[in-house]
């Protein structure tokens, strides 16, 4: 098995399919317990795999208390208003709905303006709930 370090590397590849693939490692070693690594992911570099990790954390919310969480949903409001639209429109979309009850709704509401940019053309259905409900 790769070390962690080298999976950072591979999470932090310019090739989709290494950084794919190094993703699909982080999957297994979540599944097989390493919460930890799930934790470290949440404020990653590369917003796309930070994306995933608070994706996958919805999972394992029962195993994680909300100390180990306090410090790192920083990370999850910044991707709220992230310069690449693709991975804020999904972070409002996708993200969001799963785990705001992890966030000061006031800080939420102080951001919607950045969902609002992003509900345009195939994406205006999508993210007119959420940014109405904010």
Do not use: Q
């Given at each position: 098995?790769?070390?962690?370090?080298?999976?950072?590397?591979?999470?932090?590849?310019?090739?989709?399919?290494?950084?794919?693939?190094?993703?699909?490692?982080?999957?297994?070693?979540?599944?097989?317990?390493?919460?930890?690594?799930?934790?470290?992911?949440?404020?990653?570099?590369?917003?796309?795999?930070?994306?995933?990790?608070?994706?996958?954390?919805?999972?394992?919310?029962?195993?994680?208390?909300?100390?180990?969480?306090?410090?790192?949903?920083?990370?999850?409001?910044?991707?709220?208003?992230?310069?690449?639209?693709?991975?804020r429109r999904l972070v409002w979309y996708s993200t969001l709905p799963q785990l705001h009850h992890?966030?000061?709704?006031?800080?939420?509401?102080?951001?919607?303006?950045?969902?609002?940019?992003?509900?345009?053309?195939?994406?205006?259905?999508?993210?007119?709930?959420?940014?109405?409900?904010?």
């Open positions: 098995m790769d070390s962690t370090e080298d999976l950072i590397k591979e999470l932090e590849s310019k090739d989709r399919e290494i950084k794919h693939e190094a993703w699909l490692k982080v999957e297994r070693l979540v599944e097989s317990g390493d919460l930890k690594l799930l934790l470290s992911l949440l404020c990653f570099r590369d917003h796309g795999t930070r994306y995933r990790a608070w994706n996958l954390l919805a999972k394992y919310l029962h195993s994680i208390s909300n100390d180990e969480l306090r410090d790192k949903v920083n990370c999850l409001l910044e991707m709220l208003k992230d310069d690449d639209v693709n991975v992890l966030l000061d709704p006031a800080k939420v509401r102080e951001l919607k303006r950045y969902c609002l940019e992003v509900m345009e053309g195939d994406w205006k259905e999508l993210l007119e709930e959420t940014c109405r409900d904010v």
